[in-house]
Nanobody, 121 residues
Framework: QVQLVESGGGLVQAGGSLRLSCVAS????????MGWYRQVPGKQREMVAT???????NYADSVWGRFTISRDNARKTIYLQMNSLKPEDTAVYYC???????????????WGKGTLVTVSS
């Protein structure tokens, strides 16, 4: 069974940094696009950053220049380095990946359970 497990969330003061990690496990044939999304209660989940298997990246305007997404294909892991954090970055951060699992004919969308990031002012 494919799983995505996030870690690295926590409480940080404004201006501080955090690094999130997301590890994929299971019978994985290929990891395609992966990314980070975030959600605040009462609002829609929004894209934060994505990275393709070819390492092409895409960022939300609100995090451009502050956050950096990266991936280690050998470790089936992606990271989100978050610098200059602001109170408005407070949210549950979810890992997302399109994964071709061994028993499936094509890739499917998977989500982690999320990790809470709280930025105090």
């Amino acid at each position: 069974q494919v799983q995505l497990v996030e870690s690295g969330g926590g409480l940080v003061q404004a201006g501080g940094s955090l690094r999130l990690s997301c590890v994929a496990s299971g019978r994985i044939l290929s990891l395609n696009r992966m990314g980070w999304y975030r959600q605040v209660p009462g609002k829609q989940r929004e894209m934060v950053a994505t990275i393709t298997s070819g390492l092409n990246t895409n960022y939300a305007d609100s995090v451009w220049g502050r956050f950096t997404i990266s991936r280690d294909n050998a470790r089936k892991t992606i990271y989100l380095q978050m610098n200059s954090l602001k109170p408005e970055d407070t949210a549950v951060y979810y890992c997302n990946a399109i994964i071709h699992e061994a028993t499936m004919l094509s890739g499917m969308d998977y989500w982690g359970k999320g990790t809470l990031v709280t930025v105090s002012s």
